[in-house]
């Protein structure tokens, strides 16, 4: 004798609610959402911090390389303005210096307090 197929076992039913209810419920939703939000904003904050630390890398090159010149230069010539790039390179890689704490700062600041969930 052949099954109504409009009759369903009311376990069926049962696990079937069970299981949208702990994976569509509003609560996890909701949480769920607010765990991928921050998710999103801590690999923002990483990626802001690893820029500032290429930005840093690089200024670092450039001034390395002018007090570099510029110290052959001096050496070579004695003149005093060679003197001064050295010191602008320095004051360059200062700036940059500060400008990745700032960075790194911030991100800390944004991600410790977003909500987490």
Same mark, same amino acid.
């Given at each position: 004798m052949p099954t109504d197929p409009a009759h369903v076992n009311p376990q069926i039913v049962d696990v079937i609610n069970q299981v949208q209810l702990a994976t569509m419920g509003p609560q996890v939703v909701l949480t769920s959402g607010a765990g991928k939000a921050y998710q999103s904003v801590a690999q923002s904050s990483a990626?802001?911090?690893?820029?500032?630390? !290429?930005?840093?890398?690089?200024?670092? &090159?450039?001034? #390395?390389? =002018?007090?570099?010149?510029?110290? %052959?230069?001096?050496? @070579?010539?004695?003149?005093?303005?060679?003197? !001064?790039?050295?010191?602008?390179?320095? &004051?360059?890689? #200062?700036? =940059?210096?500060?400008?990745?704490? %700032?960075?790194?700062? @911030?991100?800390?600041?944004?991600?410790?307090n977003f909500p987490s969930g």
């Amino acid at each position: 004798m052949p099954t109504d197929p409009a009759h369903v076992n009311p376990q069926i039913v049962d696990v079937i609610n069970q299981v949208q209810l702990a994976t569509m419920g509003p609560q996890v939703v909701l949480t769920s959402g607010a765990g991928k939000a921050y998710q999103s904003v801590a690999q923002s904050s990483a990626i802001a911090v690893q820029d500032a630390a !290429d930005a840093l890398r690089n200024v670092s &090159t450039i001034a #390395t390389t =002018a007090a570099g010149v510029a110290m %052959a230069q001096y050496l @070579a010539t004695g003149l005093p303005k060679y003197k !001064d790039v050295i010191q602008e390179a320095q &004051t360059m890689v #200062t700036g =940059a210096t500060e400008d990745f704490k %700032a960075i790194g700062e @911030a991100a800390s600041s944004v991600l410790k307090n977003f909500p987490s969930g």
